[in-house]
Structures are given as C-alpha cells and as structure tokens.
C-alpha cells in the first residue's frame, strides 16, 4: 500500500541550529515528493518538490530536500532555523501524471530561542 | 490576488443537518481537491476534481458529496453530518498543464459535529 511516514511527531530546535525532518515513503515506483508548510491557523503552502534529476532540491525559506532512492527518504534540511520556521511540516507523494496525493501525519516544529 | 477562498472558515452544526463548505479558486485551475485533517493522521483526500463535471473518490469519501459545475467552484456537502466528520477541511487547487503540480490551498474550515 502507498504510504508516507514521518517518524518525529514533534520536534524541538534552537534557532541558529540546524533541521533535519524525516520522510520515508512507500510506493510502487518513484513518486512526485513534496514538502509543505503549514503556520499556525493557515493553509499549507508548498516548500520544494522533487520529480526527477539532481537529487538535492532547494525550496523556499532556504530549505533544502535529498531524495534517496536506496532509503525510500526524502529528508527536509536547513541549515539555521529562525524562529519564524516553528509550524508543522507534511511531507507529500503523488503518482507521476496522477491526481492523488498521500500526506505524512506531520512533524511540528518547536523552535527554542 | 491569486487565491483559495473557502466559506464558511467556521462551523459547528448538529448530527444529521445538510451543510455544504464552499470552495472557489480565481486561478483558473482545472483541478481542485478536498482534505480533510486530523491530529496523527495529516491531511486525507476525500475527493478530488480534473476539471468540470468530472470527479473522483480520494481515500476517504465516505459521507461526502462533492460537485463541479463551473470550473472555479468546488463544494463538499455533508448530506447527514455524524460527530467523526468534525475535523478540518482544506480545500486546494492547481494546474494541470506544465509540469507543476503545485496545489495551492485555502486557509480552511473547521467543523464540529454534535
């Protein structure tokens, strides 16, 4: 079955460190992944995607995302949090050409000044 | 402004009253979608639209309604709300040309069920 798994239902950083979130995915080839952003009483608003090439993607808001293919992993990574990162992250697949996308259960994002 | 409006943001209704959630987009979006979210669980597709007048299950349709007569509207109907529907419910969009696949969000309804 396809599924999306996000192993760290919260997570707490001090800003100025770095962030690793978590994502592993299973499905039957490789999908379309995503990484989304949802701030406290919003919508979500997406962060990068990956569909094929150079495995190192960038995004907004100075994140970054590595799909490994041996690992079914697509990690989300920033070098410096600042406070303004504290909100939940969901990590997203979807079928090439498909119209259905499979979310993780999130991982929030505690920053600690 | 590009964007995903959804109405009513609020909404706490009894078991069994029919409501419908509005959803419009002014981007001009062949495909939109509703989800719904739960703690633990994040955000579950309850049905999805390619364009006018064609509509699929996601994988949570049980209990919903959805239709798509013109292309920027999109409502999901509760024909008899029950109290495990009380959840949050995004509605998004995107386009189905290009390469994107980029959906873009409204900012969402919270429903309770009593």
């Known amino acids: 079955a396809q599924s999306v798994t996000q192993p760290d239902i919260h997570i707490t950083v001090s800003e100025g460190a770095s962030l690793e979130l978590r994502c592993n995915y299973s499905?039957?080839?490789?999908?379309?992944l995503f990484w989304y952003v949802q701030s406290p009483g919003q919508g979500l608003q997406l962060l990068l995607k990956?569909?094929?090439?150079?495995?190192l993607v960038q995004g907004i808001k100075g994140f970054e995302a590595e799909f490994k293919r041996s690992q079914s992993s697509f990690n989300l990574r920033k070098p410096s949090v600042h406070w303004s990162d504290a909100a939940e992250y969901f990590c997203?697949?979807?079928?090439?050409?498909?119209?259905?996308?499979?979310f993780g259960a999130g991982t929030r994002l505690f920053v600690k000044a | 402004e590009a964007q995903v409006t959804q109405n009513p943001r609020y909404l706490i209704t009894v078991t069994g009253k029919k409501l419908t959630v509005t959803c419009s987009q002014n981007?001009?979006?062949?495909?939109m979608s509703w989800y719904r979210q739960d703690p633990g669980l994040g955000l579950r597709q309850i049905y999805y639209?390619?364009?006018?007048?064609?509509?699929d299950k996601g994988d949570v349709p049980e209990g919903y309604k959805v239709s798509r007569k013109e292309k920027r509207n999109f409502p999901l109907i509760l024909e008899s709300p029950s109290p495990n529907q009380t959840s949050l419910y995004f509605c998004?969009?995107?386009?189905?040309?290009?390469?994107?696949?980029?959906?873009?969000f409204g900012p969402g309804t919270r429903l309770t069920v009593t």
């Open positions: 499905y039957g080839a490789t999908p379309y």
């Open positions: 981007m001009n979006h062949e495909y």
């Open positions: 639209s390619m364009n006018v007048e064609v509509t």
């Open positions: 998004a969009s995107r386009t189905t040309g290009g390469n994107s696949y980029e959906q873009y």
């Open positions: 997203a697949v979807g079928a090439p050409g498909g119209f259905k996308t499979i």
């Open positions: 990956y569909f094929s090439g150079d495995t």
